[in-house]
């Protein structure tokens, strides 16, 4: 309980971005359903625009908000000169990002499960849909965050990767150096016997790009932006 009100702090401080990215990706997800079910479209379709939404669309908000995370603060130069390391502070607000993108896509997958229109693998392994690829496209956007110290190069980035996947999804989806790394498996293909390794591939691979980016985040001239130095 000691820890609530240092926590409630980086709550607040991890801004607007942590608390809009995950509802804006559901309220996308729940739009382009309505919309293709006001056009006829049949069930197992609509089912996989939902479901692209846990898989595709709030990673992605993740991805783009870790970005407005690390690259906008106003008092960075104050918290550089702190003795708690500002990795640290980083650390606990990408922390509130993620739990707020997995409370939103747990609360979505219970509502699809209970109303009968979830369409991926067994509940158990549910997580695994959203939670790897959200480690990897977070962990992407970080590394290209602190190696360009660039907002628009690290956003364009993401952006790059997560729709040269879409666009190419046969290609990730067939070539074997490159399906492990497929974020889109479980929409584009289903729940293949390799869907675990992939799965685990992304999670392991968003790690060390997580970290990787995080050391780097360690020298203090990686924490300004193109636009403060």
């Not at 993740?62 to 603060?73: I, T």
Request: glycine share 8%; proline share 7%; aromatic share 8%.
């Amino acid at each position: 309980m000691k820890h609530l009100p240092l926590w409630r702090h980086e709550l607040r401080r991890a801004g607007l971005t942590a608390y809009a990215a995950p509802a804006a990706a559901l309220a996308a997800t729940l739009a382009l359903t309505a919309t293709a079910a006001a056009f006829g479209t049949p069930r197992p379709q609509l089912e996989r625009i939902l479901l692209t939404g846990l898989e595709a669309l709030i990673p992605l908000s993740a991805g783009m908000a870790a970005v407005a995370v690390v690259s906008r603060d106003p008092s960075r130069e104050l918290q550089l000169t702190l003795p708690t390391p500002y990795t640290t502070t980083l650390g606990r607000r990408l922390t509130v990002l993620g739990g707020l993108s997995a409370a939103t896509s747990i609360a979505f997958s219970a509502a699809l499960a209970i109303g009968g229109w979830w369409n991926g693998p067994g509940l158990p392994y549910a997580p695994l849909v959203w939670a790897a690829p959200l480690l990897w496209l977070t962990g992407l956007a970080l590394l290209a965050a602190a190696l360009g110290r660039s907002v628009v190069l690290a956003t364009t980035t993401v952006a790059t990767v997560w729709l040269g996947e879409q666009l190419f999804a046969a290609s990730f989806a067939t070539t074997p150096g490159l399906r492990p790394f497929f974020l889109f498996m479980t929409t584009r293909i289903g729940v293949p016997a390799d869907w675990d390794a992939n799965r685990a591939a992304l999670a392991t691979s968003g790690a060390l790009l997580t970290a990787l980016a995080l050391i780097l985040l360690r020298r203090p001239e990686r924490l300004l932006t193109e636009e403060e130095t």
